[in-house]
């Protein structure tokens, strides 16, 4: 299928999960994942009429970027940030979905270009506590909320979060519920919180249903990242 009709089909699922779960339509909004993938992909896409685009890597993100910049994308970065990577993503990112220690927090806020507005930001969850992945701990979070919210520069959204793989869907489900509570609680202590930004290809109708408001989808919209992809980017992320 061209990437235009699977574009169509995402959204009819995504339609169709958030209608079965009794939820507002237009509720969960879609952000292509386009790591490792080409830019005439991108522009397949966007021509097709999606306009939220995510990234990981910077050194990737970059020239895709520049080489877009007639089309009006939103970019969203949604990678591990290094400390000395923050000026460049606080000058071409809208939103930075993977914020997950205060030091990040206060460079991307000092780095943010005046012209450019307020950064929008989600922090990132590790709510399982794997060590293998990035986000902060339960217990880092509610400093790390608290910080951003007082960022002149930065816009608090919500919460960003992957949790491990579940090929079931209750096991898939039982997770995004936990962090679905999270998210209840932190949305009622501030006001401008309205993204919980969870599930991927392979477990989006599970979030939906537990309440993610922004699924974010590469392989399913753009078909498999190139085998090698992650070598390719090592050393120059
Ligand atoms: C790669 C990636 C995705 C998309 O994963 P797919 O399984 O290709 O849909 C979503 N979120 C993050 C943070 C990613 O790095």
């Not at 169509?8 to 995504?14: H, N, P, T, V, Y």
């Not at 000058?91 to 929008?120: T, Y």
């Not at 936990?178 to 599970?206: A, P």
């Amino acid at each position: 299928m061209s990437i235009a009709e699977n574009l169509r089909q995402i959204e009819q699922q995504i339609e169709d999960a958030t209608h079965k779960a009794g939820r507002a339509v237009n509720s969960v909004t879609l952000l292509a994942v386009s790591k490792a993938q080409k830019i005439n992909k991108i522009e397949e896409a966007f021509k097709a009429g999606q306009k939220l685009f995510g990234e990981s890597y910077l050194s990737e993100a970059i020239p895709k970027i520049a080489s877009l910049k007639e089309y009006p994308i939103e970019w969203h970065f949604i990678g591990p940030i290094q400390s000395n990577k923050t000026k460049e993503i606080a000058s071409h990112f809208a939103w930075v979905q993977s914020v997950d220690r205060i030091k990040i927090a206060r460079r991307l806020s000092e780095q943010r270009p005046e012209n450019l507005g307020a950064l929008n930001i989600t922090a990132q969850i590790n709510m399982f506590d794997e060590s293998t992945k990035q986000g902060a701990s339960i217990t880092e979070i509610y400093d790390l909320l608290d910080f951003i919210n007082q960022q002149p520069n930065l816009n608090l959204k919500g919460l960003m979060s992957i949790p491990p793989k579940q090929s079931s869907e209750a096991a898939q489900k039982q997770q995004f519920h936990k962090l679905q509570e999270l998210f209840h609680r932190i949305k009622s202590t501030y006001s401008g919180v309205d993204t919980l930004s969870m599930g991927m290809s392979g477990d989006m109708i599970s979030a939906i249903e537990e309440g993610s408001t922004m699924v974010r989808v590469g392989t399913a919209l753009f078909g498999a990242r190139p085998e090698n992809w992650k070598q390719q980017l090592k050393g120059n992320s």
